[in-house]
């Protein structure tokens, strides 16, 4: 199954990484591995997370409060957003 990153979810994840690396160096490595983890998770079972609006569906990165939404489309999955979960969810919804 191929992947497709919406160009301001790769902007999400790099200012995050960003974020870890300035508080603690190191730990934006951290976060990356959680999110490949998570997106590998994906990638095997795409339908298995909960769909949230419309046909995007939302995974979990375990250990930091940050959400991968995502939609499946033919042969792809579609990543939308690298989402913080404390920030306004519109923010993210318009790219859908």
């Not at 999400?12 to 990484?17: G, K, Q, R, T, V």
């Amino acid at each position: 199954m191929n992947l497709i990153i919406h160009d301001d979810a790769t902007t999400e994840f790099d200012e995050a990484f960003d974020y870890y690396e300035s508080v603690r160096p190191g730990f934006g490595d951290k976060f990356v591995d959680a999110v490949i983890h998570c997106t590998n998770r994906i990638l095997k079972l795409p339908t298995m997370h909960q769909v949230v609006v419309g046909m995007t569906r939302r995974a979990i990165v375990k250990g930091f409060p940050y959400c991968i939404y995502y939609q499946v489309i033919p042969g792809a999955v579609r990543i939308v957003s690298v989402f913080h979960t404390s920030r306004d969810p519109q923010r993210w919804q318009s790219r859908i």
